[in-house]
């Protein structure tokens, strides 16, 4: 078909001026790269599929296995309550970074700097030999004597080590998100609350945290995403946490690599769950920005 | 507690100032500021920037501490308790108390961006003065009706216009059935064609008997609505006076020139 089909008057009405036809531009090189990309796919799904070492009717059987679901229980558990309590701990810790009086913004520092700047692993096994360094935990008031005491090794028992250990690292990470959050909310909005009688606790509550929601939000959710995977740490130190839990069965079975697929996919599981409500989260707290 | 006689004060002063300093760092900006407002009267500060009438505003509801003076609003202290002839530093909570009375008006508005309109009203008649939802609700619509934005009452203030914004804050702050407003530049930061409609909510609002301190660049509305022009320049009142006799003939050439400057 050439132009001449069409009579020029068609193209080209009076009122309007003469508009030609728009070609896309190819994408030679893209069309290439996806070609090699499903290629590669195919041929990673083929070896996966078709290796018998895989054993994924094992990993089918022990997909549900009761032993498993209690890993997964305790898994769920720890990051629950580290999470939880480095939530608190972490705004208590912004809030002295941000306080007027040096006495409590520096020891906040000290506290960011010291549990951020050492690893989860040493952190964990620091808090599990406790008992080295104090045999007995206790109260002890001049002059009334002691209180109360327990033996350390009662007291800090591996999840509790691992619950301290891992929620003081996590607030440090928090304190800093939180902080964050609440710089990001525009001093106008405490100002306004002020005049309008506010105190600073509910100003706190009803304007400022609100507003810094959004930008605490989406890092904490990474956060919980990456605790969740340090928890598996806690297996160096007996807690019977998911990969602890796999552990376990393979030492007796070796069947290493199933039972790791088994990990696995409990754990994409979860953080699959986590994004969709992290997405909730942050669709309830940007409701203004949604609004047209 | 009343101070109105142990200061000699006119009980009829909203707002009295008698040698208000104030410093930043080293930097002093208010270098001893008197300046009286009658109740029910309208004092419209103009100045050039950097002369201190935002902070003296500030000052007023004790969003600043001053340094040096005395500044009573209704004839106490905002900030301050009097006690052995000292002025104790009261705790956040009580002068919320006392802040609820004095409503502000900001440049940028300062609406809460994650609240609706009506919700922007309503929560400090709800949460500050405890009134119940229903009453602080209907009282809300009444306001929004005096501005003229009952059919906003469900938006959110990024889908207002800037003068539609500034309207809401100021139904924000009548809402606390405040005795004295505060109202830092109120226009300035809005498109020109958006000023009209600001300024006619506050002359309504001076018309209805409202106790007012305005700074502002509109000279046009303070010579219209003002009982008394404040010009404000290096820290301290250079002239003040009806705006009708000071806009026709300053006195000071300070004044003179910056009028020249601004009209």
């Given at each position: 078909?050439?132009?001449?089909?069409?009579?020029?008057?068609?193209?080209?009405?009076?009122?309007?001026?003469?508009?030609?036809?728009?070609?896309?531009?190819?994408?030679?090189?893209?069309?290439?790269?996806?070609?090699?990309?499903?290629?590669?796919?195919?041929?990673?799904?083929?070896?996966?599929?078709?290796?018998?070492?895989?054993?994924?009717?094992?990993?089918?059987?022990?997909?549900?296995?009761?032993?498993?679901?209690?890993?997964?229980?305790?898994?769920?558990?720890?990051?629950?309550?580290?999470?939880?309590?480095?939530?608190?701990?972490?705004?208590?810790?912004?809030?002295?970074?941000?306080?007027?009086?040096?006495?409590?913004?520096?020891?906040?520092?000290?506290?960011?700097?010291?549990?951020?700047?050492?690893?989860?692993?040493?952190?964990?096994?620091?808090?599990?030999?406790?008992?080295?360094?104090?045999?007995?935990?206790?109260?002890?008031?001049?002059?009334?004597?002691?209180?109360?005491?327990?033996?350390?090794?009662?007291?800090?028992?591996?999840?509790?080590?691992?619950?301290?250990?891992?929620?003081?690292?996590?607030?440090?990470?928090?304190?800093?998100?939180?902080?964050?959050?609440?710089?990001?909310?525009?001093?106008?909005?405490?100002?306004?609350?002020?005049?309008?009688?506010?105190?600073?606790?509910?100003?706190?509550?009803?304007?400022?945290?609100?507003?810094?929601?959004?930008?605490?939000?989406?890092?904490?959710?990474?956060?919980?995403?990456?605790?969740?995977?340090?928890?598996?740490?806690?297996?160096?130190?007996?807690?019977?946490?998911?990969?602890?839990?796999?552990?376990?069965?393979?030492?007796?079975?070796?069947?290493?690599?199933?039972?790791?697929?088994?990990?696995?996919?409990?754990?994409?599981?979860?953080?699959?769950?986590?994004?969709?409500?992290?997405?909730?989260?942050?669709?309830?707290?940007?409701?203004?920005?949604?609004?047209? | 507690?009343?101070?109105f006689q142990r200061f000699g004060v006119d009980p009829d002063h909203m707002v009295h100032a008698t040698g208000v300093r104030k410093s930043f760092g080293s930097l002093e900006v208010l270098k001893g500021v008197d300046l009286a407002v009658r109740k029910g009267s309208v004092a419209c500060i103009i100045g050039p920037s950097g002369s201190g009438k935002s902070t003296f505003l500030r000052c007023i509801n004790h969003?600043?501490?001053?340094?040096?003076?005395?500044?009573?609003?209704?004839?106490?202290?905002?900030?301050?308790?009097?006690?052995?002839?000292?002025?104790?530093?009261?705790?956040?909570?009580?002068?919320?108390?006392?802040?609820?009375?004095?409503?502000?008006?900001?440049?940028?508005?300062?609406?809460?961006?994650?609240?609706?309109?009506?919700?922007?009203?309503?929560?400090?008649?709800?949460?500050?003065?405890?009134?119940?939802?229903?009453?602080?609700?209907?009282?809300?619509?009444?306001?929004?009706?005096?501005?003229?934005?009952?059919?906003?009452?469900?938006?959110?203030?990024?889908?207002?216009?800037?003068?539609?914004?500034?309207?809401?804050?100021?139904?924000?702050?009548?809402?606390?059935?405040?005795?004295?407003?505060?109202f830092d530049e109120p226009t300035s930061a809005l498109d020109p064609e958006l000023v009209g409609e600001v300024l006619e909510v506050m002359k309504q609002l001076a018309r209805g008997g409202m106790t007012m301190v305005v700074v502002t660049h509109e000279i046009g509305f303070a010579r219209e609505v003002a009982d008394e022009l404040v010009f404000m320049d290096g820290g301290v009142v250079v002239e003040k006076g009806?705006?009708?006799?000071?806009?026709?003939?300053?006195?000071?050439?300070?004044?003179?020139?910056?009028?020249?400057?601004?009209?």
């Amino acid at each position: 078909m050439s132009s001449t089909d069409i009579h020029p008057a068609a193209i080209a009405p009076a009122s309007s001026a003469y508009a030609p036809a728009i070609v896309p531009l190819r994408h030679p090189w893209r069309n290439a790269a996806v070609a090699l990309v499903l290629l590669l796919l195919a041929l990673l799904l083929y070896a996966v599929a078709t290796n018998p070492e895989f054993q994924w009717p094992l990993v089918g059987h022990y997909l549900f296995n009761e032993l498993i679901l209690a890993g997964v229980g305790v898994t769920l558990l720890l990051t629950l309550l580290i999470m939880c309590l480095s939530c608190v701990g972490g705004t208590v810790v912004a809030l002295m970074l941000v306080s007027r009086s040096r006495l409590l913004s520096v020891p906040a520092r000290w506290f960011v700097w010291f549990f951020r700047g050492t690893p989860a692993l040493v952190q964990l096994i620091f808090w599990y030999n406790l008992a080295v360094l104090f045999k007995h935990v206790g109260l002890y008031i001049p002059g009334l004597g002691t209180v109360f005491s327990v033996k350390t090794n009662d007291l800090i028992t591996p999840f509790v080590a691992a619950v301290i250990a891992l929620s003081l690292q996590e607030s440090g990470y928090m304190a800093e998100i939180v902080r964050n959050g609440l710089k990001s909310v525009h001093r106008g909005q405490a100002e306004a609350a002020l005049c309008l009688g506010m105190n600073p606790a509910l100003l706190m509550r009803r304007i400022v945290l609100p507003q810094a929601m959004r930008v605490i939000i989406p890092p904490t959710g990474n956060e919980t995403i990456s605790l969740l995977k340090t928890t598996s740490l806690v297996s160096t130190i007996a807690v019977g946490d998911l990969l602890y839990s796999a552990q376990s069965i393979y030492a007796r079975t070796f069947e290493t690599i199933p039972l790791l697929l088994v990990v696995s996919i409990w754990y994409l599981a979860i953080v699959s769950l986590m994004s969709v409500g992290q997405r909730y989260l942050e669709r309830h707290f940007s409701r203004d920005e949604a609004a047209r | 507690m009343s101070h109105f006689q142990r200061f000699g004060v006119d009980p009829d002063h909203m707002v009295h100032a008698t040698g208000v300093r104030k410093s930043f760092g080293s930097l002093e900006v208010l270098k001893g500021v008197d300046l009286a407002v009658r109740k029910g009267s309208v004092a419209c500060i103009i100045g050039p920037s950097g002369s201190g009438k935002s902070t003296f505003l500030r000052c007023i509801n004790h969003l600043e501490e001053i340094n040096e003076g005395l500044l009573l609003v209704d004839g106490d202290f905002v900030g301050y308790r009097l006690h052995d002839d000292k002025l104790h530093e009261l705790p956040a909570s009580a002068i919320c108390r006392r802040r609820a009375e004095i409503g502000m008006v900001f440049q940028h508005f300062n609406l809460f961006p994650h609240m609706t309109v009506l919700e922007n009203i309503i929560e400090a008649p709800l949460r500050v003065r405890g009134d119940p939802p229903a009453k602080a609700r209907e009282a809300a619509l009444q306001l929004l009706e005096q501005v003229g934005l009952q059919a906003k009452r469900d938006a959110y203030p990024r889908q207002l216009s800037g003068g539609q914004q500034q309207r809401v804050a100021i139904a924000r702050a009548l809402a606390m059935r405040p005795k004295l407003i505060l109202f830092d530049e109120p226009t300035s930061a809005l498109d020109p064609e958006l000023v009209g409609e600001v300024l006619e909510v506050m002359k309504q609002l001076a018309r209805g008997g409202m106790t007012m301190v305005v700074v502002t660049h509109e000279i046009g509305f303070a010579r219209e609505v003002a009982d008394e022009l404040v010009f404000m320049d290096g820290g301290v009142v250079v002239e003040k006076g009806d705006p009708r006799q000071m806009i026709a003939n300053p006195v000071s050439p300070r004044t003179r020139e910056f009028l020249a400057r601004v009209r």
